[in-house]
Nanobody, 126 residues
């Protein structure tokens, strides 16, 4: 019953926008910090954003700051990633992940997150 399902990925042109969703079925989402990670072809998975369970701490990677926004709707058990001004280098598989601790480090580590979705492909190309 515990499941994270990302959706909303697709093909967009540079400069376009996309909104990803992560439905956390079986979880009480307000107990968890949430991370968004991405993995481009041939690259290691990297942390993009994080929001702590209490919403007291948020982290945005420098590469997405000012363009991406993370938010949550605990009542709907859903996490959102709003991506604006997309660039070709944003192309990757995007994953949501949960951490059972009210903290986000400056550079989120994969090892800190114990639950992962299957990912959704985002392709930015003209």
């Amino acid at each position: 019953q515990l499941q994270l399902v990302e959706s909303g990925g697709g093909l967009v042109q540079p400069g376009g926008s996309l909104k990803l969703s992560c439905l956390a079925s079986g979880y009480t989402l307000d107990y968890y910090s949430i991370g968004w990670f991405r993995q481009a072809p041939g690259k290691e998975r990297e942390g993009v954003l994080c929001i702590s369970s209490s919403d007291a701490i948020t982290y945005y990677a420098d590469s997405v700051k000012g363009r991406f926004t993370i938010s949550r709707d605990n009542a709907k058990n859903t996490v959102y990633l709003q991506m604006n001004s997309l660039k070709p280098e944003d192309t990757a598989v995007y994953y949501c992940a949960l951490r059972g601790f009210d903290y986000c480090s400056a550079n989120p580590s994969i090892a800190h997150f114990g639950a992962w979705g299957q990912g959704t492909q985002v392709t930015v190309s003209s």
